[in-house]
């Protein structure tokens, strides 16, 4: 520990000096604290009462009250802060801009231009001794002239202020990403606020303003801001996992183990705390100390020589300008669970969130492929220029190579090597990353307004994919405000809240200290904001909502509180989702005990044997008496969407006091007060934005704690169910009843059953919700996979949003645990935003194709133009300056200009792409390649007759530094007027004819055209040597118009091809196929497989390829040869059933191989592998290429033709029979289209 106490010291160092000042004002020093909070349990309760004597003298040394808290003068809280250093861990410095500037320069492609343009500077200013003799051949071209020799050097130049322009770009866009990045998390911490006691009012601070010494309320989902002493505690259970790795809860008590750490979660009870210890003293902070989160503040310290004092201040500022962004209650968490900070860190700790998302596995393959059939092209071309020249001067001419040539030949191979890097520079999209930058980062500021806070980028995309929505009821569907509208009472049921006279005055006396005493101190009603608004609800609303039942009965819920104050009672049970009820135990004055219980109706009434009578006095509660009231009175609340809540009381005598740790004995035998009937009123615009999900193609499911019938009734006034559907509501426990199998194992195919109809899941608790949004990410049940967005606020959803693929937390609502585990922050709690999200995801992978359709076009054209240019007349039409113009034009301008298209409504039309649907549709395929027919024919025609109809000079065979021709000019200026019309058309991708549509609805699309067109118009007339372009003639600028404006019409003709008709066109870009589930998926939930036992297991895969071939081939046999009975094949051919069993035998052992392999935690049986053949064989499927000739239409007809694939329920008694139905296999036997299972088999072998 010892070096960690030096990295604090180091931090503060003006601490330590004023220590011995300051040892009288404080009892205690810096470093008495910290060595306190590295004790644990027995120990720290030991040493507290060695050295403090108890709680109440630690805090007298701490100068604080364990009820009034601090007295919160500023003068006491900055000397405090002096003292014992502020609540802020200094987060990791950002790179600062010329190290972004260094990183985008180390692009393969720019090094290699940098270092030809560097060349070709120094051969320009290299004048060969003497005169150019005449050995060195015609090669060299006509004699240039004094001028031209001297603008040599422009070429290298231009090269090189064009990749400065690149990597400048590139800087700038990380850089602002980057800035954005910490905006947004200094956004989320300085959110994070949490309860103080300061002058005995309890205050809400930002975390970053809690000082040593503050007395801390904490509650059920908080995130400890700091390390304190508990000085009270109810029921508290704390996960301290991120701190020591041990998942399991530890129970807190202040005379037990009372030491809480900074950065664990609270996740159950409350109570309060004294802090001792903040930011990079409290233990959080010195494992980041030592992590180096500081590290480069402890570097500077070195160089500077300890300048302890400005470092202190440094520090301090630094603080201030972070907007108290409390990085440090947000980080430990972070360093836990690998979500931290920068995007691109996260990638790299290889510990990233999720897989890489959708759209980011889709383009690095396609960036991949690009690449190398560029590297290819520019290879070819360089070969073929230096071989044309070897032969044409040293064969054909016969020339020897003269050491006095050397230079000029240098310099023609320098030529070729910049054509062939130009190649290549345009050949590979740059842009790409760009694009889906730009379009990310205006996504996700643009979402900011819609009311979501994106945590991780590729969220916002992966959005745009999601098949099925999970989400909560409580405040999410509903306005989550609580209101009473019913009660049953003193056995009457009062349908709307009753009138304080017409209830027994002992029950009323009862009824109103249950609810003020048995619910959190910190739920409390607050005045209206404004004269008109209701009235506040401050803490948990289901008790807001029974407070405010106290408040209609003309009682004071404060008053009750005030006589028996929060460190007055006797036990807390708080809440909790296996409880599902709180509890009470107040000490009486004569010495015995009443516990008050609040909680769902129908648990707390099954606990309850008495009932309050109409005088209010208890009488026999039996279960026929229940059943009647659960008739009567909760199922006709809950229809009406109600949630009910039983509220009851028992008597405990003072001695013998009872166990209360043994709560099976203490919750029983209870006496019903009350059973009341809370409304909570369906969002307005909720039932709209379901309608438009189910539009979309999403599902939305609801899973709640709450009762089946409120859920039911719930779910219809949303849309999520209507009648005449067919769907299931299911409970939570018969949810797990029907997924397990005998030995209480969850099956994947017992979950294929039910999560297609399922829509409601009520009573579920946390687990189940996990279950769920597991099972249905993992089904391969349907022809595609499912992407599953959630929505949770508790803690306990912290699984379930970290399994979804995208989680949502409840920005007001939501517990600190929710949004952490979560990658998009709802921040009005509202179910409509989500449907905004998904515009806006769609909408990004929308940007995202518009730029590829836009961009392999000029990719295409380019590369082919320069390859049969360069190879024709050895010179590329394009020259080196002018490709990087049209590639950052391209990249920068074009991304920039399509990415940020605003979403429409249109968006939510059409159903979501999947994981596996191509980048790359049929129908853009068309477009690329039909817009790149139309750009070569124009620029080759320019290329080889454009003298004759220009009637203008040649421009092909100019010597090396001739000056720039207009024909290669007018070459130029055509191709780039082509690029900007289409661009135009690349805002449609579905094959619209209209594509002007809305184009004035982005300012920024029109802007980048028109200024793209005036700089296009300055290069060409002024842009001179550096871009080898000479003025034209304003009949040629009007001729280079028309061809471009061609591009328009020429779309038109593109688009009004039906698609389908073009049989050849392939896709590219797939995602992931349900064979290539990333391995660090599978290894998510299990330990990491070793390599051996990979290979091993490769081994056997193969192996098994080999068998199932032979095994599909006889069941095809079997099939054609059975017809329909298969028990009469089966009595004839005695050989094949003595296969089969052998076959039976193989299934059972790859079962339990896959097992392994594909879901380790779902010990699925063999049923799986006999009613799914498809499902085991696509998945010895190795990878598919990215460019696949399957045709969609062709496969759906083939489909249909085929025999339907058995349900799998009928297959179950596939294995009692013994009999191996061959139902979905006769289906590969008549269609082995490309998609089908036999086609992949013999593709895979």
């Not at 191979?413 to 205006?442: C, D, H, Q, R």
């Not at 909790?576 to 009820?581: A, G, P």
């Not at 009434?605 to 026999?620: M, W």
């Not at 698609?1059 to 392939?1066: I, M, S, V, W, Y």
Request: hydrophobic share 40%; aromatic share 6%.
């Amino acid at each position: 520990m010892g070096d960690m106490t030096n990295s604090a010291v180091d931090f503060y160092p003006k601490n330590q000096r004023g220590e011995s000042n300051h040892a009288g004002e404080f009892g205690c020093s810096l470093d008495e604290l910290r060595s306190l909070m590295e004790l644990r349990g027995a120990e720290g309760v030991q040493k507290m009462q060695d050295t403090y004597g108890d709680v109440n003298g630690f805090c007298r040394r701490l100068k604080t009250s364990p009820t009034e808290g601090l007295a919160g003068n500023p003068a006491d809280l900055e000397n405090r802060k002096q003292i014992f250093g502020r609540n802020f861990i200094p987060p990791k410095k950002p790179k600062t801009f010329l190290q972004l500037v260094w990183e985008a320069l180390q692009d393969v492609t720019l090094i290699i231009l940098e270092l030809a343009a560097i060349i070709s500077l120094g051969l320009s200013f290299y004048q060969p001794p003497g005169e150019r003799s005449e050995m060195c051949g015609s090669a060299a071209g006509g004699v240039e002239g004094e001028g031209e020799a001297e603008a040599g050097w422009i070429e290298g130049a231009a090269i090189l202020l064009s990749v400065f322009c690149v990597v400048f770009v590139t800087a700038f866009n990380d850089w602002s990403k980057e800035k954005q990045f910490r905006g947004l998390q200094s956004r989320i911490e300085q959110e994070q606020k949490f309860s103080v006691v300061r002058g005995g009012q309890v205050i809400q601070i930002p975390v970053s303003e809690i000082v040593t010494g503050d007395i801390a309320q904490i509650k059920y989902g908080d995130l400890l801001p700091a390390d304190g002493v508990l000085i009270q505690g109810n029921d508290l259970k704390i996960d301290e996992s991120s701190l020591t790795g041990e998942s399991d809860h530890v129970r807190k008590s202040a005379d037990k183990d009372p030491m809480l750490l900074s950065g664990t979660h609270v996740m159950e009870g409350s109570g309060k705390m004294v802090v001792t210890a903040v930011g990079v003293n409290s233990q959080t902070g010195i494992i980041f100390t030592l992590l180096g989160a500081g590290g480069e503040e402890e570097e500077k310290k070195d160089k500077k020589g300890k300048m302890q004092d400005g470092n202190m201040e440094n520090s301090q500022n630094k603080a201030k300008k972070q907007d108290g962004a409390a990085a440090m209650e947000m980080q430990p968490l972070k360093s836990a669970e690998g979500g931290d900070g920068d995007d691109k860190e996260k990638k790299k700790a290889g510990s990233s969130k999720k897989e890489k998302s959708v759209l980011q596995g889709k383009l690095t393959k396609l960036a991949v492929q690009i690449g190398k059939a560029g590297l290819v092209m520019s290879a070819i071309t360089v070969i073929i220029l230096v071989l044309y020249f070897a032969i044409d001067t040293f064969v054909i001419q016969k020339l020897q190579w003269l050491p006095e040539c050397t230079p000029v030949y240098i310099q023609f191979f320098v030529k070729f090597f910049i054509i062939g890097v130009t190649v290549l520079v345009v050949a590979v999209p740059e842009g790409l990353p760009l694009a889906v930058t730009i379009s990310l980062a205006y996504s996700v500021k643009k979402m900011m307004k819609d009311n979501n806070l994106v945590r991780h980028l590729d969220a916002c995309e992966t959005m745009g994919n999601a098949t099925a929505i999970c989400s909560d009821k409580t405040g999410t569907l509903t306005t989550n405000r609580m209101t009473v509208v019913q009660a049953y009472v003193g056995e009457v049921h009062h349908k709307e809240v009753p009138d304080p006279d017409a209830i027994p005055s002992k029950t009323l006396d009862m009824l109103v200290n249950a609810i003020s005493l048995n619910s959190a101190y910190t739920s409390k009603i607050l005045p209206p904001e404004k004269d008109i608004g209701l009235p506040r609800q401050v803490g948990n609303k289901t008790e807001c909502g029974l407070l405010g039942l106290v408040l209609d009965l003309k009682r004071d819920y404060q008053t009750v509180r005030d006589q028996t104050p929060e460190e007055k009672l006797y036990k807390v049970y708080t809440f909790n989702s296996e409880r599902k009820s709180m509890s009470t135990v107040i000490k009486m004055q004569d010495g015995s005990f009443r516990m008050y219980s609040k909680g769902a109706s129908e648990i707390v009434l099954k606990k309850c044997s008495n009932i309050l009578n109409t005088a209010g006095e208890p009488r026999g509660f039996r279960p026929r008496d229940r059943d009647e009231m659960v008739k009567k009175v909760i199922e006709p609340m809950a229809c009406n969407g109600l949630r009910t809540i039983c509220i009851a009381f028992r008597d405990f005598p003072g001695s013998p006091e009872p166990d209360w740790d043994n709560e099976n004995i203490i919750l029983i035998d209870l006496t019903c007060i009350a059973v009341v009937g809370i409304e909570d009123p369906v969002r307005p615009e909720v039932p709209d934005a379901i309608k438009k999900c189910q539009q979309a193609g999403i599902t939305v499911r609801m899973v709640t704690g709450d009762n089946i019938n409120t859920a039911r009734a719930i779910a219809i006034k949303c849309g999520i169910i209507s009648p005449g559907e067919d769907f299931i509501c299911l409970e939570g426990k018969d949810f797990n009843r029907r997924i397990r199998n005998e030995k209480g194992e969850i099956e994947q195919e017992r979950i294929d059953k039910i999560w297609p109809k399922l829509r409601v899941l009520a009573r579920s608790s946390p687990t189940d919700k996990h279950t769920l949004v597991k099972g249905i990410i993992d089904s391969l049940h349907g022809e595609r996979r499912q992407v599953v967005a959630v929505t949770g606020d508790g803690t306990n959803d912290g699984p379930a949003l970290k399994k979804a693929d995208v989680g949502f937390a409840m920005g007001i609502a939501g517990t600190d645990v929710a949004k952490e585990a979560s990658d998009i922050i709802l921040t009005d709690d509202n179910f409509s935003s989500i449907v905004k999200a998904v515009m806006w995801g769609r909408n990004v992978y929308d940007s995202i194709s518009k730029f590829l359709q836009f961009q392999l076009t000029v990719n295409i054209v380019a590369v082919i133009v320069a390859f049969t240019g360069a190879c024709i007349t050895q010179d590329s039409p394009l020259k080196a300056v002018q490709m990087l113009w049209v590639n950052l034009i391209m990249d920068t301008f074009a991304s920039l200009a399509l990415a940020t298209e605003p979403p429409t409504e249109s968006l939510l039309m059409r159903k979501p792409y999947g994981r596996n649907k191509p980048l790359i549709s049929r129908t853009m395929m068309k477009n690329i390649l039909g817009h790149g027919i139309y750009q070569l024919t124009v620029i080759f025609t320019l290329l080889f007759a454009g003298e004759t109809i220009f009637n203008i000079d040649s421009g092909r065979n100019a010597p090396l530094h001739a000056p720039p021709s207009e024909h290669y000019t007018i070459i130029f200026n055509t191709f780039v007027l082509m690029q900007l019309f289409n661009e135009i058309n690349a805002r449609k991708i579905h094959g619209e004819k209209n594509v002007f549509d809305g184009i004035f609805r982005n300012p920024i699309f029109c802007s980048i055209v028109f200024g793209t067109f005036a700089i296009q118009i300055v290069i060409i007339q002024f842009g001179g040597k550096p871009f080898s372009c000479i003025p034209l003639q304003i009949d040629q600028w009007l001729w280079c118009m028309v061809l471009g404006v061609g591009e328009l019409l020429w779309g038109q003709i593109i688009s009004s091809i039906p698609t389908n008709r073009l049989k050849f066109l392939k896709e590219a870009g797939h995602g992931t196929q349900k064979d290539d589930i990333p391995e660090e998926e599978l290894n998510e939930d299990a330990e990491e497989i070793d390599h051996a036992e990979r290979e091993l297991r490769r081994g056997q895969i193969l192996w098994f390829r080999g068998l199932n071939r032979i095994q599909t081939q006889i069941e095809v046999v079997n099939t054609f040869k059975s017809g329909t009975s298969f028990q009469g094949a089966l009595r004839r051919q005695s050989s094949v059933t003595s296969q089969n069993q052998d076959i039976r035998v193989v299934k059972a052992f790859r079962s339990s191989l896959y097992e392994g392999l594909e879901k380790p935690e779902s010990k699925s049986s063999i049923h799986n592998f006999m009613t799914h053949p498809e499902f085991r064989i696509d998945d010895s499927q190795p990878h598919i290429p990215l460019i696949d000739d399957t045709d969609i239409e062709e496969d759906a007809a083939l489909k249909q033709n085929s025999s339907p694939p058995s349900s799998p329920n009928k297959n179950n008694n596939a294995i009692d029979s013994g009999i191996n139905l061959t139902t979905d296999t006769s289906k590969s036997a008549t269609s082995s289209s490309p998609g089908s299972p036999l086609h992949s088999l013999e593709t895979s072998l």
